[in-house]
């Protein structure tokens, strides 16, 4: 029997199709008439199933022994004497889902009484689905009455909501994937495409082989890179500067599409006087940094292209992962304005999101910011590094968890562990044991993407509708969340299936899904549709007027600050490296699901930190290393020599929690969004 559904790994959300026998996954393919697959996945769609069947598996619900015997004294009578007609195995009970949700939320009605609403926080969402991630908010802001939610777009792409909300009054993509085959030039920045998001790297490379030029901006050589006509390896914390200097050089050569300019954006006037009486927007000032003295030259040469053609501009972490990251996007939508490369075919702004539904969980107000369709809240909320602080200083004492594994994939680990220990309560939604369930008193085992319905948005804005592969008798995360609220004795919560949430989702986010039916989406399940949609999808965004109050695009100007590793190359003082992390081709963020699969896990079974040719002098006769900076330490890792490293930097992936990679990076993030700095930490060998 062959199933429809959509891929539970990163942002571009490929259809795909399994075969399955005896409720069990045989193999995953993708037709060819998928909008988005084309007919191809990438490994990980193809054989990254088996986590759905594995033995390590959570099978259901469990309590830790040591949080009941911490509270039997304040216990009801009742639930006391049934939890204990559970026997305790490996430290835990695994009692019935109806006592788990009374236990629940017996506990946190005593926190919330003795220490108010604000005093509980919930986290995560972005893995599971919209009906999900839409009831995890609500449960937080209408039955807790607490503002605290957050998600996985904190350490992610955060920064591009902000930066493209301020320029264009929009966070989102504007153009379809399928636009590479209509574009005439394109520019990746702060992206390793062909790893982390590769049936997009796919259709990039069908396009070159067409003459379509790329140019690729990042700190060491991609794949892409030897592919490219432009290959900028720039300094560490450059991007910025990097865009100011392709602006500069657009205006300064009358570049600009006036036109546009006049009739579609404001103050950019004033825009083009900041950047003209800027020196450090001047492509000349390259010829200081020694070893980077190329780029006065390419900088000018791949604005010239960008602003004589129909261009796309991808970019990711790489961008947003900064102290600058929300200016960086907000850059990246003054070039596409000026140069009237927004709102048409082949031309637009291509932010490529990491998770499979972190898209969709921002659309359903996931967000201390935003409610649902990006609405003012009442009440701001704390961000995920507040809540973390709150939680050290006894303000928050419970934590709803959601499949994000705050535990491993977050900065500071040191820190957040601290965090973690001072919480009262603990509740976590997972599919295995990983790090976050180890702090966990209890943990619910879930329905895994391949076993239930909901809907998922990709990071083109379009909507898929899975279904189950496979059926297993564990709740949706949805289902969770509202057996707890029933037992608070709410009614707030009251949904027969995921329909029946959706159907919600559609009168409470109408800007975006008020047309978007199970029915509609169920007819095209193998294309999707883009929102916003009405009686029809939207695949391009800004056609006659941005999303703004005024309809126009608002010019904002941010100067580069010198700093980090520019400052040591200008001032002759290089110490120590620049250590930047990012995915693999094999694995997905902390490898919940791809270590699960041997024919994935057994291409990388660790972390491997690689070095430059430059540097290689340093470590002969080393058989491993650890990376210190001034937060923490890793774990002894091995390491490889390469050339697509320059002197000085070094890149690691962070896929395996015992390698404590996320040790090693701090406070420092985003000034506007506080995503923390994962792309540039100092650290010195030993």
Not at 586 to 602: I, R
Request: charged share 25%; proline share 3%; with cysteine.
């Amino acid at each position: 029997m062959q199933i429809d559904s959509v891929c539970a790994y990163c942002g571009v959300g490929c259809d795909i199709t399994a075969t399955v026998q005896n409720n069990e996954i045989k193999s995953i393919s993708a037709r060819k008439e998928g909008t988005v697959s084309e007919g191809q996945l990438c490994v990980k769609g193809t054989y990254g199933f088996d986590f759905a069947q594995s033995s390590n598996r959570l099978k259901k619900v469990k309590i830790k022994k040591s949080f009941i015997e911490k509270n039997e004294l304040f216990l009801p009578k009742v639930l006391k004497e049934t939890l204990y007609t559970y026997h305790d195995s490996d430290g835990y009970i695994y009692p019935d889902l109806e006592t788990a949700y009374a236990l629940t939320a017996w506990k946190l009605k005593q926190i919330t009484t003795q220490h108010g609403n604000f005093s509980f926080a919930a986290i995560g969402g972005a893995r599971g689905n919209c009906e999900s991630s839409y009831l995890l908010q609500k449960f937080t802001r209408k039955v807790i009455n607490s503002p605290h939610i957050d998600n996985c777009a904190r350490v992610c792409h955060a920064p591009t909501l902000k930066g493209m909300r301020s320029i264009i009054g929009e966070g989102a993509a504007t153009n379809p994937f399928s636009d590479i085959k209509k574009t005439e030039f394109m520019i990746v920045i702060g992206s390793n495409t062909t790893e982390a998001h590769p049936i997009v790297a796919n259709k990039m490379i069908k396009k070159m082989k067409e003459g379509v030029n790329l140019a690729v901006v990042d700190v060491r050589n991609i794949t892409l890179s030897k592919k490219a006509k432009y290959n900028c390896i720039i300094p560490h914390e450059a991007n910025l500067l990097f865009l100011n200097m392709m602006a500069h050089t657009i205006i300064t050569e009358e570049l600009y599409d006036y036109a546009f300019i006049e009739q579609r954006s404001r103050e950019f006037d004033l825009y083009k006087e900041e950047i003209l009486s800027d020196p450090y927007a001047n492509p000349d000032f390259f010829n200081e940094v020694k070893g980077y003295e190329y780029l006065s030259i390419m900088i000018r040469d791949i604005a010239r292209e960008y602003a004589s053609k129909k261009s796309l501009i991808f970019w990711g972490l790489g961008i947003t992962e900064h102290l600058d990251g929300s200016y960086a996007a907000a850059s990246i939508c003054n070039l596409a304005v000026m140069t009237g490369n927004i709102g048409k075919e082949g031309a637009g702004l291509m932010p490529l999101r990491g998770q499979n539904n972190v898209q969709g969980t921002c659309d359903m107000g996931c967000l201390p910011y935003y409610n649902p369709d990006y609405e003012q809240p009442l009440i701001e909320g704390l961000k995920t590094p507040d809540m973390l602080n709150a939680m050290i200083d006894g303000e928050i004492k419970a934590l709803f968890n959601m499949g994000e594994d705050i535990a491993h994939i977050h900065t500071n680990q040191n820190k957040i562990h601290k965090a973690l220990k001072a919480l009262d309560f603990i509740v976590v939604n997972e599919l295995f044991d990983n790090e976050i369930t180890k702090y966990a008193d209890i943990v619910f085992g879930v329905k895994s993407g391949y076993e239930k319905t909901g809907v998922y948005v990709n990071a083109e804005r379009r909507l898929h509708l899975s279904q189950p592969l496979i059926t297993n008798d564990l709740p949706d995360d949805w289902e969770v969340i509202q057996g707890i609220s029933k037992a608070l004795k709410s009614d707030k919560l009251d949904y027969h299936d995921s329909k029946d949430i959706w159907a919600e989702v559609q009168v409470k986010v109408p800007k975006r899904f008020f047309g978007a039916s199970y029915e509609k989406l169920h007819q095209n399940r193998i294309q999707g549709l883009q929102w916003p949609i009405h009686e029809e999808e939207t695949p391009i965004l800004h056609l006659s007027e941005f999303r703004t109050k005024d309809g126009l695009a608002h010019f904002r100007y941010k100067k580069w600050v010198m700093r980090g590793m520019i400052q040591e190359i200008v001032g002759d003082k290089r110490t120590d490296f620049y250590l930047t992390s990012g995915r693999v081709l094999e694995h997905y963020n902390n490898a919940a699901q791809t270590k699960e699969s041997e024919k994935l896990l057994k291409r990388h079974r660790e972390d491997v930190v690689l070095v430059s040719e430059e540097d290689a002098d340093l470590f002969e006769g080393k058989e491993s290393i650890t990376l210190r900076s001034r937060y923490g330490k890793s774990n002894p890792l091995k390491f490889k020599i390469t050339k697509n490293i320059k002197k000085g930097t070094l890149f690691v992936s962070f896929h395996h929690a015992k390698s404590h990679i996320n040790f090693i990076f701090g406070d420092e993030a985003d000034e506007l969004t506080k995503t923390a700095r994962f792309k540039s930490v100092k650290v010195r060998i030993e």
